[in-house]
């Protein structure tokens, strides 16, 4: 009976043996072992697992080796939660929004201080195409309504993203008769387009205005 049970203690050692994991170190040295978890964390996503067993012998369980050789861009494993990729969208999606809002800050504040020739530059390739720089200032100036001062210009700026040459600005403007006192806010969406490396406006929505 003591045969028995210390040639069965043998055999199921013996499977543990039928597995043998090799490594590359950093200074080239090829190394083998056993013992997966004698093996440096460093090391371990390199692990190549030879098996050694008879095929088809079925394994009282499964060693952590076999997790390594999982494809780390497939399955529910292949990223983490906090995805590196998906952060950077993110944050490179939320700059977009706030350079398009910063620009209508400044184009209003043109606007409101009757910079009208240097306004003319923030419009789109379309319109400068088809409207002379003098044209639209001749035409801003004709305009009976201007922008309200101080608090009242520009309030509750909003951009949504569109694509990365898009973006819909959307703000509360407070327009004033330039010969009068009474003031309209209005609640105006202006598509910003990226153009070289400058966001544009359409001038016909500011012609357009009160």
Known sequence: MKVVVILSVLLISGIGWAETYRWV???????????????????RDQVEERQDEPAGRLKADEKPGKALKRDPGKG????SARDPAGEKTQVNRNKIESDAAE??????????????????????????????????VQRMKRKVWGLASSWET??????????????????RIGHKPKLGATVKIQTETYPMKLERGLWKIDLSKILNAP
Request: net charge negative; no cysteine.
């Open 25 to 43: 170190d950093e200074k080239g040295t090829v190394n083998f072992t056993q013992d997966y978890h004698s093996i440096p964390e460093k090391y």
């Open 76 to 79: 529910a494993q292949g990223r």
């Open 103 to 136: 620009t209508l800050r400044m184009i209003v504040s043109l606007w409101k201080d009757e910079k009208y020739e240097a306004l003319y530059e923030y419009g789109t390739d379309k319109n400068r195409a088809s409207m002379s720089r003098e044209k639209f």
């Open 154 to 171: 520009l309030r509750d700026i909003d951009a949504e993203f569109k694509s990365p040459t898009l973006v819909y600005v959307t703000a």
